[in-house]
C-alpha cells in the first residue's frame, strides 16, 4: 500500500472509537479499591467572620472517617496565581462558595448527611457586590490583612500581604503620544462597555482522586491542563519534593481554560487522603460547577478611538474594570492578552491602556477559550464601524486600510513573521459578500418591515505560537521504535479533546513514512511523559507538534544513517516511506527488519530518542514591549442575522470565517475546533449569561443557563489562509482559541446594520435588544475614575 | 437502612435481578450498582441528554427515572448499543465526521440518535437537529454530529 502526505487530510481522532462506543474512563468513571468520597460544606454567607465551626455531631456519623476544616490544617498554603486564597477558610469567607469544611465518608449519600450535621456560626459583614463599590475609599479592603502561614515548626511568614486598597492587579501600558493621536484626529469615538459573566459548562464536571501510597508518595488523578506546573503548586502546598507527585490524567470531559489554575477542592481532596490514609474521589455536582467554578471574567471596558480624515487610526485610549471576584486566578491576568488586541489588531500609533482588577465578593474569574480576547476585540470592531461610518468610508476598507502586514513589527514589539490579515478579510468578506448586503440592509432600515436582517464583520488577533507567559514555554517528546516499527510516542503534550494526540501522530507518521496505525501516544502521566508547560493560549500543535516533529526527524537520521553505512551509500539519498527504507523509488530494507538487525549492536540507541522545543525569540520588557508567541494566528468572521424588532429576538443566520491557521494539518480536527469555537462564541454573543445578584449565581442549572442547542447553529462558511509560518509545524499555527473570539463583536456590528441601533453590552437577550430599539435601554455606565 | 425493592428487567439483552433504594435513580444503577460507566452524568435534572439511554425503544434521561420503574422493561445503554450493527455503523461515522472530541456527550447523543435512525428510515437535517435539541455538547458544534447522524442514515443533509 502506498500513502501519500497525511498533511491537510481528514484524520479521525485516535480516541474517537472508544469515546463513541462508551467505553472511555473519565475521572467519574474511575473508583479505587478502598476509596472514600468527599463533599464540601460551603458558605451560606456572602462576606461574614466565622465565629464557630461544630464539627462534632458530623465525625460521629457512621461512616464518616474524616471532617476538616482550617484548624485541622493550619500548616495549609493559599493556592492560586496571587497567593491570596486559602482552600479551607480560616476566620473570613469572602463569597458565597468559599469552602469552610469537607468530609471523607464511605459515600457520597453519608457524606452529603454529614454536612449537614456541621453547624457554622458567621458575623456577617458588609458585602461588597460590585466594583464600583470596590474602588470607594470608604469600602472596607477585602484582604486587608496579611495572610500568614504558619509552617509545621510554629515559623511564621507572610505569604500575601494586606493589600492598601481593593485592587487586586493591574495592567498598564503606553505607546507613542496621546496628546499627539488627539490633535491628529479628525474623528473620535467612545463608548462604554460591558462584558458579562459566563462559565465554561464542561460538560464532565470538576473531578479528582487523591491518593497517599505507603511511602509517602502522592498519586493524583486530575483533570487538568498543567499537569507539571501542578506537580510543583501541589509539592509548595504540601512541603514535599515534586518528584513525590505524580499526575494521572484520565480522558477529560471538556477544559476551555476552565482547569488552568488549582482550585480549593483539590488541596481539600489532598488534605482528606492525608488524613483518612486512603483514596479520596471528590466529584462536583452541576450546581457546584455552575455556583463555584470561575468564570470568564466579566469587565467594564471604556474606549475613546480616533482616526485622520484619510481614514488612518490615530490613538486608542482604553480604560478597563474587572470584577476578580474574591480570590484571584488568572481572571486576572487576561489583560495582558487584551492589550495585544487594542495596540496590534490594527496599525495604531499611539495607544494608553489601564486596567484594574478589582476584589469583590462576587464568584471569583479564571481563564477562558480566547482569554480576555473576546472582551478586546468587541470593544474593537464596534469601533471600526463606528469610525468608518463617521469617516463615510466602507467597513471593509477602513479596516483594510489599518490591517497588519506580514513582517511587522507593532509599536509593542509584536513581529509579525507570518501574517494572513488582510486575506481573511477580503476572503470572509467576499464569501459573504459581506458589502452589497451591508448596503442592502441599511437602505431596509426605514421599510416598516419589522424583520431586519444585518450583516457584520469582525476580525482578531491572537497567540498562534506559543505564548512566553512563563520564562520557558516548551515541550518535551520521547520517542520509542521497537522491534516491529511500531512507534511509541511519549508526550507532555495533554489531550483535552482537541485532538492533540491525533496531530501529533499524524506529524511523525509524516517524518517517518508510517502509517497512523503504526503510533500509539502516551500522554497523561508525569512518572512517564517528559515536562510540558500545560495545554493553553492554543500552543499545543505547535509547541508539542514542533517537539515531536523533532524527536521523528532525530530517529530518522539515526536510522537512515545506519541504513547509508550498511548500503554503502550516502544517507543523503534515502529516505522512509510506507514501511521501507527507499533509494530513490527503490526499497532497500523493510524497516522493521532492519531495526530488528540493529539488535545488540552499537547502534541500537537509535531507536529512542528525544527533544526539546523552546521558539527562539525576544521576551517581553516590564513594560510590555516585545514578542508573547512565536507567531501569530488571524481571523475575519461575518456575521449574519435575522432580528425580530417586535419581539428582540436575533437569529444568528450564518457565519463565514476566514482563519489564517499558517497550514491545516488535520483538516477534520480543524474543521471541529472552528465550529465548536463559533457555537461557543454564539453563546456568550446571544444566550449565555451566568447571572450574579447579590454575590449569588441565581441560575446554576443547564435549563436557565441557556447552552446552544443543535437546532439553532448558523450555517458555517470556513475558509483557511495557509500562510505557512517558518516557524510553524508543517507551517502550522495554532487554532483553539481563535474560532470563539470575534463573533460577539461581528453580531453586534450586525445588529447595528440590521437596525441602526448600537448595543455596547452583552448578551444580547430578547430583552436587551428589545430595550435597546425601543429606547428604553440602560446602557452600561463607567463607574471607574473620569 | 432505606428499604429496598428488588426488581427485574432485561438490560442489553440479559437478564437482572437487582436490588434498589426507592430513591435511586437509573442513572444511580446503572453506573453504581451494575458498573456501567457509559451512561453519564451531567446535570442529574434532565437538561443535558448525557445520560440517555433506551427504555422499551423510547429514549429516556436517566438521571431522572426511579431505577424501581426498570421492573418489566428492556433497557438499552451504550455498552449494549455499541456492539449491534446498527451501533457500530452509527459510532464509524460519528468517528469518520468528526463528531466526537472531548467524548462525554457521545454515549447519550449516540443513543438519541440511535432512536431517530431507528424510527425514521430518512430523516432531515432539521429532524435530526430537533432529535437531538436536548443532547448539549460543548465542543463540537454540533455540525458535524448532524452530518454523522445524516450519513449513518444512508442520505447526506438537504
Not at chain 1, 466565622?50 to 484548624?71: F, N, Q, S, Y
Not at chain 1, 501516544?521 to 505547535?542: C, E, K, L, M, Y
Request: net charge neutral; with cysteine; aromatic share 6%.
Amino acid at each position: 500500500m502506498t500513502t501519500g502526505s497525511l498533511i491537510g487530510k481528514r484524520i479521525p481522532k485516535l480516541d474517537a472509537p472508544e469515546k463513541a462506543a462508551g467505553r472511555t474512563r473519565y475521572i467519574h468513571d474511575i473508583d479505587l479499591p478502598g476509596q472514600l468520597h468527599a463533599k464540601i460544606l460551603r458558605s451560606t454567607q456572602v462576606h461574614a467572620k466565622i465565629v464557630r465551626i461544630d464539627t462534632a455531631a458530623a465525625r460521629k456519623l457512621p461512616g464518616v472517617h474524616a471532617v476538616i476544616t482550617a484548624a485541622d490544617v493550619p500548616w495549609q498554603r493559599p493556592i492560586g496565581v496571587a497567593k491570596d486564597h486559602l482552600p479551607l477558610k480560616r476566620d473570613r469567607v469572602r463569597s458565597l462558595r468559599d469552602e469552610i469544611a469537607a468530609v471523607a465518608a464511605e459515600s457520597p449519600e453519608i457524606a452529603e448527611r454529614a454536612l449537614a450535621l456541621i453547624e457554622v456560626e458567621y458575623e456577617p459583614l458588609a458585602p461588597v457586590l460590585d466594583t464600583e463599590a470596590a474602588l470607594s475609599p470608604d469600602t472596607p479592603r477585602l484582604h486587608g490583612e496579611d495572610l500568614v502561614w504558619e509552617a509545621p515548626g510554629g515559623r511564621r511568614e507572610v505569604l500575601h500581604k494586606a493589600s492598601a486598597d481593593n485592587v487586586a492587579m493591574t495592567f498598564d501600558y503606553a505607546q507613542g503620544d496621546m496628546a499627539q493621536g488627539e490633535r491628529d484626529s479628525a474623528v473620535v469615538v467612545e463608548d462604554v462597555f460591558w462584558l458579562h459573566y459566563v462559565t465554561h459548562c464542561c460538560l464532565g464536571v470538576s473531578g479528582v482522586i487523591a491518593e497517599f501510597e505507603a511511602n509517602g508518595n502522592l498519586l493524583i488523578y486530575s483533570n487538568t491542563q498543567v499537569p507539571f506546573l501542578h506537580k510543583r503548586e501541589f509539592a509548595e502546598l504540601l512541603g514535599i519534593d515534586p518528584g513525590r507527585i505524580r499526575i494521572i490524567q484520565p480522558p477529560i470531559g471538556g477544559g476551555f481554560g476552565s482547569k488552568l489554575d488549582i482550585y480549593p477542592f483539590e488541596p481539600i481532596a489532598i488534605f482528606l487522603a492525608k488524613a483518612t490514609r486512603r483514596p479520596v474521589k471528590l466529584v462536583y455536582t452541576r450546581e457546584e460547577e455552575f455556583a463555584v467554578s470561575p468564570t470568564r471574567q466579566p469587565v467594564l471596558l471604556r474606549l475613546r478611538s480616533g482616526a485622520t480624515r484619510e481614514g488612518r487610526l490615530t490613538f486608542r485610549s482604553v480604560e478597563t474594570i474587572h470584577d476578580n471576584g474574591a480570590y484571584t486566578s488568572w481572571g486576572a491576568t487576561t489583560p495582558f492578552v487584551m492589550m495585544q488586541t487594542f495596540s496590534s489588531l490594527y496599525r495604531v500609533p499611539h495607544c494608553s491602556y489601564r486596567t484594574r482588577a478589582v476584589y469583590t465578593n462576587n464568584p471569583y474569574a479564571g481563564s477562558f477559550r480566547g482569554y480576555g480576547n473576546l472582551q478586546a476585540t468587541f470593544a474593537v470592531e464596534a469601533h471600526m464601524d463606528r469610525l468608518a461610518e463617521a469617516l463615510g468610508m466602507d467597513p471593509l476598507g477602513f479596516r483594510l486600510a489599518n490591517a497588519q502586514d506580514p513582517g511587522e513589527i507593532t509599536p509593542q514589539g509584536m513581529h509579525f513573521k507570518s501574517c494572513g490579515f488582510k486575506e481573511c478579510l477580503q476572503t470572509a468578506a467576499a464569501r459573504s459578500d459581506y458589502l452589497g448586503k451591508h448596503a442592502e440592509n441599511r437602505a431596509r432600515w426605514n421599510d416598516g418591515n419589522p424583520v431586519k436582517r444585518g450583516v457584520g464583520i469582525a476580525s482578531m488577533l491572537h497567540v498562534g505560537g506559543g505564548a512566553k507567559i512563563y520564562p520557558s514555554d516548551g515541550c518535551g517528546t520521547i520517542l520509542k521504535i521497537d522491534d516491529f516499527a511500531h512507534v511509541t510516542l511519549l508526550t507532555g503534550a495533554s489531550e483535552i479533546g482537541q485532538g492533540s494526540e491525533t496531530v501529533l501522530a499524524q506529524l511523525v507518521c509524516e517524518e517517518l513514512g508510517l502509517p497512523l496505525t503504526a503510533v500509539s501516544v502516551v500522554n497523561n502521566d508525569t512518572d512517564i511523559t517528559p515536562w510540558d508547560v500545560g495545554v493553553h493560549a492554543s500552543r499545543t500543535t505547535f509547541i508539542a507538534g514542533n517537539s515531536a516533529i523533532g524527536a521523528a526527524r532525530k530517529a530518522k537520521a539515526k536510522i537512515l544513517s545506519a541504513a547509508a553505512r550498511k548500503a554503502g551509500v550516502p544517507a543523503a539519498s534515502l529516505s522512509m516511506k510506507d514501511g521501507f527504507i527507499l533509494k530513490g523509488d527503490e526499497k532497500l530494507y523493510e524497516l522493521a527488519k532492519f531495526l530488528r538487525s540493529l539488535h545488540f549492536s552499537d547502534k541500537a540507541e537509535l531507536v529512542m530518542t528525544s527533544f526539546y522545543y523552546e521558539p527562539p525569540s525576544r521576551h517581553q520588557d516590564r513594560e510590555f514591549k516585545g514578542d508573547v508567541s512565536a507567531a501569530y494566528a488571524w481571523a475575519s468572521q461575518v456575521a449574519e442575522v435575522e432580528l425580530d424588532t417586535q419581539t428582540g429576538i436575533v437569529r444568528l443566520v450564518k457565519l463565514t470565517a476566514a482563519h489564517d491557521v499558517g497550514r491545516v494539518l488535520n483538516r477534520l480536527g480543524i474543521e471541529g475546533q472552528i465550529e465548536g469555537g463559533i457555537v461557543m462564541g454564539q453563546g456568550y454573543a446571544l444566550t449565555e449569561n451566568l447571572i450574579v445578584e447579590d454575590g449569588v449565581v441565581r441560575n446554576p442549572s443547564f435549563r436557565d443557563y441557556k447552552l446552544v442547542t443543535a437546532p439553532e447553529i448558523p450555517e458555517m462558511d470556513l475558509s483557511f489562509i495557509e500562510t505557512m509560518d517558518g516557524e510553524g509545524p508543517q507551517g502550522a499555527k495554532g487554532v483553539g482559541e481563535a474560532p470563539a473570539i470575534c463573533i460577539a463583536a461581528a453580531v453586534a456590528n450586525a445588529i447595528y446594520n440590521a437596525t441602526g441601533v448600537r448595543i455596547t453590552a452583552l448578551p444580547f437577550t430578547p430583552e436587551r435588544v428589545y430595550r435597546a430599539l425601543h429606547g428604553a435601554a440602560a446602557p452600561p455606565v463607567w463607574t471607574g475614575a473620569k | 437502612m432505606p428499604l429496598k425493592v428488588e426488581i427485574e428487567f432485561r438490560l442489553n439483552g440479559v437478564g437482572q435481578r437487582v436490588s434498589v433504594a426507592p430513591d435511586m435513580t437509573v442513572l444511580e444503577m446503572l453506573r453504581g450498582a451494575l458498573g456501567l460507566t457509559g451512561t453519564k452524568y451531567g446535570c442529574g435534572e434532565g437538561e443535558c441528554g448525557t445520560c440517555t439511554i433506551r427504555v422499551d425503544g423510547a429514549t429516556v434521561n436517566s438521571c431522572l427515572m426511579p431505577a424501581v420503574d426498570c421492573e418489566g422493561r428492556e433497557l438499552q445503554t451504550i455498552e449494549g448499543f455499541a456492539v449491534t450493527p446498527a451501533g457500530e455503523r452509527l459510532a464509524r461515522s460519528f468517528v469518520n465526521h468528526g463528531a466526537v472530541q472531548c467524548g462525554f456527550c457521545t454515549p447519550g447523543m449516540m443513543m438519541q440518535a440511535g432512536r431517530l435512525l431507528d424510527s425514521l428510515e430518512m430523516p432531515s437535517r432539521e429532524t435530526i437537529q430537533r432529535g437531538i435539541e436536548g443532547n448539549l455538547c460543548r465542543c463540537t458544534g454540533y455540525k458535524k454530529i448532524i452530518d454523522a447522524i445524516a450519513d449513518a442514515a444512508g442520505k447526506d443533509a438537504q
